[in-house]
């Protein structure tokens, strides 16, 4: 983790060093190109004047005395000793002062003339460019002095926000590793600038919310096999109290009719109970059967299987239930036809358990963002909760299921009401 931060750190670092050379380099080519139209204006003009100081010495030769020429700028008188033959000139610099010399001077940059004077000596004139040199040479070096002060204030600026940065990097991706180990109280400290504390507080928010919804997970598992426990309870007594007493009385009508079969009316009678018992246990079994799979789905449309599952609510729960089922319902794969039978089963469940309503509305219809299911009852309401039960959760999840929107919206005395888009679909 740190060598990754620290090759991130030089990572940024080279790329302003690169930018920062390449600036100094422009700005030097610039500086540069300046200097050599200059420079070249200088030697121009000195060039001019050494012309002229040498038709001046031909007709005389004291005009170049030393203390006359001297202190000339740009121009080098050099009095040759008798007997010297080689070409006097200005003595030429090495290494970079050379390079810079040539670069700026040109062709003025090894200028001579060599003069014989009337009274036997000779002089050599040359164009002197090595104080234009060294002041170019001293913009250069101030450029890149400047320039190296910048580029170390800059990488120092970007070390020290960089590495606060990393530092809050570092605490976030160890929060996050403690996170996912399971470890959901992990909190950050809400400290540093704008950035950091938006971040700690989000990364606060998403972990409180992470850790709420584990809390609530687990009270869900709970209450699901609360539940499960309770259907089978339910199923157990079911079996054991009700048809389990039709199938008792049904074999003891059995041994009796073996007891009388030649008394004739005792075996009318007995035949009679017999048929009462299996109707019985007829109408026990196909209860059972419809609370724990709809079967009408399988045999009637979606409209009539939702009247079916109406009517029978409203005949055991004595509330007034009104379905409304529009017209050219669209076609529904089994799994979402009964999704969507169970989904209003457990919201009629919830009115009842919950609601305490006299009246409860459905509408079941085709609208332009696809099929919409509403229920509303006049209940006594409730505030919207602050995690739901197992019922509110049912249905979400049976909503997500279809690929729907769902909506509880509630307020005291107002009663409650459900709405539920589902998508069409694609075929």
């Not at 991130?8 to 050379?21: E, S, Y």
């Amino acid at each position: 983790m740190l060598a990754a931060n620290l090759s991130a750190l030089w990572r940024i670092n080279l790329w302003v060093t690169g930018c920062f050379a390449v600036l100094t380099l422009a700005c030097a080519g610039v500086v540069l190109h300046q200097a050599s139209a200059d420079v070249k204006r200088e030697l121009q003009s000195a060039e001019a004047v050494m012309a002229y100081m040498a038709q001046a010495a031909s007709h005389n030769p004291a005009s170049l005395e030393p203390t006359l020429t001297e202190h000339l700028r740009h121009v080098r008188v050099q009095w040759l000793v008798p007997g010297e033959v080689e070409k006097a000139s200005v003595p030429s610099a090495a290494g970079l002062d050379g390079w810079l010399g040539a670069v700026l001077a040109g062709k003025y940059y090894d200028s001579t003339r060599l003069l014989a004077l009337d009274d036997g000596r000779r002089v050599a004139l040359s164009v002197d460019a090595r104080d234009e040199v060294d002041e170019v040479w001293d913009s250069l070096q101030q450029l890149l002095a400047v320039c190296v002060v910048a580029l170390t204030l800059s990488l120092l600026s970007i070390s020290w926000a960089v590495r606060r940065g990393l530092r809050l990097l570092a605490a976030l991706l160890c929060a996050l590793r403690q996170v996912s180990g399971g470890q959901l109280d992990v909190r950050l400290q809400e400290t540093g600038g704008p950035e950091a504390r938006q971040l700690a507080g989000h990364f606060n928010q998403m972990a409180a919310a992470i850790e709420q919804a584990q809390a609530d997970n687990r009270q869900l598992t709970g209450a699901l096999l609360a539940v499960q426990e309770q259907e089978r309870t339910r199923l157990a007594q079911a079996l054991h109290d009700d048809l389990g007493q039709y199938v008792a009385g049904i074999r003891a009508q059995v041994c009796l009719l073996q007891l009388c079969a030649h008394q004739p009316e005792q075996v009318r009678q007995t035949t009679q109970t017999l048929e009462s018992n299996c109707a019985g246990l007829q109408f026990g079994f196909r209860a059972l059967v419809r609370d724990l799979y709809p079967v009408a789905l399988q045999h009637l449309p979606m409209a009539e299987a939702l009247n079916q599952l109406v009517s029978q609510w409203r005949a055991s729960q004595a509330i007034e239930c009104q379905l409304l089922v529009g017209a050219q319902l669209p076609a529904l794969s089994p799994t979402r036809r009964t999704h969507l039978y169970r989904l209003l089963q457990e919201a009629l469940t919830n009115v009842a358990r919950h609601a305490r309503a006299r009246q409860v509305r459905i509408r079941l219809q085709r609208g332009a963002n696809g099929l919409r299911l509403l229920v509303r009852d006049d209940g006594c309401g409730a505030s919207q909760p602050g995690r739901p039960g197992v019922g509110l959760h049912s249905m979400a999840e049976r909503a997500r299921s279809l690929g729907g929107e769902l909506r509880i919206l509630s307020h005291p005395g107002a009663g409650w009401a459900l709405a539920l888009t589902i998508p069409l679909e694609v075929s």
